[in-house]
C-alpha cells in the first residue's frame, strides 16, 4: 500500500539503494496513494542519486530522457531520501528544464538516521516527459562541524501502460512562469518582492482549454506569515525586539494576465518540519511537507484575447493586509519563492478560438481590522502588557466571456469567493501566543459545472522560554497545535488530464501537543522532549484508471515521544473530526 525507500526498492527494483547512512527512523507523511499497486511497471529508472551537502545554491543538474521502446500512459515519480546528524528542515525544487514540477521539504534527521520516501503521479506533465529535459534539483543546505546532516536524495521513474476510462488527455503544451534560468544550471524560482516575476508567453491560436498553477511558499520572517503582525505593531513590547515580524498575517497570491488579475490563492499555512517545536514533526510530518500544494486557476475566458498570436504577460505577485494604505493592500517581507505554470488543451479542428470581449468583475478585497494593546504600570513606568487583534478579509472574483472553437460558442467563467479570520493574543513581551485561524473558499471552472471548496483552520499556541546566552539553563517551548484542511471539488488539472472522474474530497486534521527544549542549537533536542501528535485522513474520489485506481483511502495514525504507536491505513474513509478551539494552559491568552 505503501512505500519506505528500502521496502519500495526491493518490491519495485528487486535490490535495495545505496545510502550512506544507517537509517532506522521512518517519517511519514499521510498522503493519497498514486495507485493501489506499483507491481506492474513496464519500465522503470532512476533519473538521480546525489547526497546534498554544502549545496547552498548548488542544485543538482542532470538529464531526463523517456525510456526507449517503452509504451505508457502514467508515469509515477518517487522521491527516497536518507538523511543522519544534525540539520535543519530544508526547502527542495525540481525543475525540468524552466517548469518546476514538485515542491518539497525535509524531515529534520536525527543522530540515529531517519529515511522517507513519496509517490508523485507526474501524468500531467506527459508532453515533458517524452522529451529530453535538464534536470534541476535544488535543496540548498548547509553542512558544518555544527549542522552535520545531509541528505541523500534518490529520484526514480516508473512507467506503466494503464488504461483510462474516456482515454487520457493531458495538455499539448506547457509553459513556464518563472526565472528561465535553466541554461545557468541554476534553480528557475522567482523571490518576492525584489524580483520582477513577470515573463511574456505566446499561445497557439488553437488552444481551447487552459489552466495556470501557481506555487509559492514564504521563507525566513514570512515561513510562518499567519503568525505575524501588521507592521506598525511589530515593536509592541521593546523589550523582545525582533520576536514579531510584520507585514500582518493575511497572504495572496495573485496571476495577473497583461497586469489584469485573472485569479488568487490565499495559501494554505503550511508547517514545515522545524515549525514551532523542531521535535514534534519526527516521525510524522505537518499536512503537505513532503508535497506542497498548488493551486489552480482556470483561465480560459482569457483565451479571446490569448489566442490572438501575441506575446502576453503573465505575472505573480505575492501582496498582504497594510492599514496604514488607501484599499489595504500593501507589501511583504522577503522572500516568498513562487513560479507558475500554464498548461493548454489544442483545438484538433481549429485554427483560432475566437471569442466576446472579457468581463472582469474583480474588486478589491474587504478588510476588518480591530486592535488593542493593554498596558499596565509598574513603579510610575508603564508598558505594554498583552496585544490583541483580529483581522478579517473578504473577497469575490468573477471573469467571464464567450469563446468560439470548433465545437461550437459556449460561456466561459471562472469564479472565486474567499473569506479570512486572523485572531491573535499574545501576552508575556509576545513569548505566549495564541492564535486561531480559517481561510474558507469556493470557485467554479468554464467546464465541469461543480462547485469547489476548501477550508484551512488553525489553531495554534506557543509558550517559549529563551534561556540567558550567558546561562546553562535551557530554552524550551510548549506547543498546542490544531488544524485540518478540508477540500471537495474539482481537481483542474487532474480532471482535464482524465486522470479523474467528477468531485473528489479530501478530510485531514492534526492535534498535537508537545514540550521541546534545546540549548546550542533549536535544531537538537534533548532527552526530555514530550510529543503527541494524531492525523486523520480520509480521501474519496473516482479514478478514471480501469484498474489499480485509488476510489478511497484513510489513515488514522498516532505518535507519542518520537515513536508511532498507532498507525492503521485502508483502502475506505473514514470520520474526520472537526478542528477544535485549543483547550486553555495555564499563562495562555484567551482568543
Not at 498553477?213 to 503582525?229: I, K
Not at 477540500?487 to 482524465?498: M, P
Request: aromatic share 12%.
Amino acid at each position: 500500500m505503501r512505500f519506505s525507500p528500502i521496502s519500495f526498492f526491493l518490491a519495485i527494483w528487486g535490490t535495495s539503494p545505496s545510502v550512506t547512512v544507517q537509517a532506522t527512523s521512518e517519517v511519514v507523511q499521510a498522503q493519497v496513494p498514486p495507485r493501489t499497486s506499483y507491481e506492474e511497471a513496464i519500465c522503470k529508472q532512476t533519473i538521480f542519486q546525489h547526497s546534498f551537502a554544502s549545496s547552498y545554491g548548488v542544485p543538482y543538474v542532470g538529464f531526463y530522457s523517456s525510456p526507449e521502446g517503452c509504451d505508457f500512459t502514467t508515469t509515477i515519480f518517487n522521491l527516497s531520501v536518507t538523511s543522519q546528524g544534525r540539520q535543519y528542515d530544508r526547502l527542495a525544487l525540481l525543475f525540468l528544464g524552466d517548469i518546476e514540477v514538485w515542491r518539497t521539504s525535509t524531515a529534520m534527521p536525527s543522530q540515529e538516521g531517519i529515511y522517507w520516501s513519496y509517490q508523485k503521479d507526474m501524468t500531467a506533465f506527459d508532453t515533458l516527459l517524452r522529451k529530453e529535459q535538464k534536470v534541476i534539483f535544488d535543496l540548498s543546505n548547509v553542512f558544518t562541524d555544527l549542522y552535520t546532516g545531509a541528505f541523500n536524495v534518490t529520484l526514480e521513474a516508473l512507467y506503466f501502460n494503464d488504461e483510462y476510462i474516456s482515454g487520457l488527455s493531458p495538455p499539448n503544451q506547457i509553459f513556464p512562469i518563472s526565472a528561465l534560468a535553466s541554461s545557468k544550471n541554476i534553480s528557475s524560482v522567482m523571490s518576492l518582492p525584489d524580483g520582477n516575476a513577470t515573463v511574456s508567453i505566446q499561445l497557439p491560436r488553437n488552444v481551447k482549454t487552459a489552466t495556470v498553477s501557481l506555487q509559492a511558499s514564504g521563507n525566513g520572517a514570512e515561513e510562518f506569515w499567519y503568525t505575524n503582525v501588521p507592521s506598525e505593531y511589530v515593536n509592541t513590547f521593546p523589550d523582545n525586539p525582533g520576536w514579531l515580524f510584520g507585514y500582518s498575517p493575511f497572504r495572496e497570491v495573485q496571476l495577473l494576465i497583461d497586469g489584469n488579475l485573472a485569479g488568487v490563492s490565499w495559501p494554505f499555512p503550511l508547517l514545515f518540519t522545524g515549525g514551532v517545536d523542531p521535535g514534534l514533526w519526527r516521525p510524522i510530518v505537518g499536512i503537505d511537507a513532503y508535497d506542497m500544494p498548488t493551486f489552480d486557476i482556470d483561465v480560459t475566458p482569457w483565451l479571446p484575447l490569448l489566442c490572438d498570436g501575441k506575446p502576453h504577460e503573465f505575472g505573480l505577485k505575492v501582496v498582504a493586509f497594510d492599514s496604514t494604505v488607501e484599499g489595504n493592500v500593501g507589501p511583504i517581507g522577503e522572500n516568498w519563492w513562487v513560479t507558475g505554470t500554464v498548461f493548454v488543451w489544442l483545438d484538433a479542428h481549429g485554427k483560432q478560438t475566437t471569442g466576446s470581449s472579457i468581463a472582469n468583475h474583480t474588486p478589491d478585497p474587504v478588510f476588518d481590522f480591530h486592535p488593542q494593546v493593554t498596558t499596565t504600570t509598574l513603579n510610575n513606568i508603564t508598558s505594554n502588557s498583552s496585544f490583541y487583534f483580529d483581522l478579517s478579509a473578504r473577497r469575490t472574483i468573477s471573469i467571464t466571456s464567450t469563446i468560439c472553437t470548433s465545437s461550437g460558442s459556449k460561456v466561459a467563467t471562472w469564479s472565486q469567493s474567499l473569506s479570512f479570520t486572523n485572531i491573535q493574543n499574545m501576552t508575556d513581551s509576545a513569548f505566549n501566543q495564541s492564535l486561531s485561524m480559517l481561510t474558507t473558499g469556493t470557485h467554479t471552472d468554464s467546464f465541469s459545472g461543480v462547485k469547489s471548496s476548501y477550508a484551512y483552520p488553525l489553531s495554534l499556541y506557543s509558550s517559549y522560554i529563551i534561556a540567558p546566552s550567558s546561562k546553562v539553563t535551557l530554552s524550551s517551548v510548549l506547543a498546542l497545535i490544531d488544524r485540518s484542511l478540508i477540500t471537495k471539488g474539482i481537481n483542474l488539472l487532474s480532471h482535464l488530464t482524465g486522470l479523474k472522474i467528477g468531485s473528489e474530497s479530501l478530510s485531514t486534521r492534526q492535534s498535537a501537543r508537545s514540550k521541546y527544549y534545546w540549548n546550542a542549537t533549536i535544531v537538537e533536542g534533548t532527552a526530555d522532549d514530550t510529543g503527541v501528535l494524531e492525523q486523520w485522513f480520509s480521501y474519496a474520489g473516482k479514478s478514471a484508471m480501469k484498474k489499480n485506481g485509488v476510489g478511497e483511502f484513510s489513515r488514522h495514525l498516532k505518535e507519542v515521544d518520537d515513536r508511532i504507536v498507532f498507525d492503521d491505513e485502508a483502502w475506505r474513509t473514514m470520520s474526520v473530526p472537526a478542528t477544535q478551539p485549543l483547550p486553555y494552559v495555564d499563562g495562555e491568552p484567551v482568543v
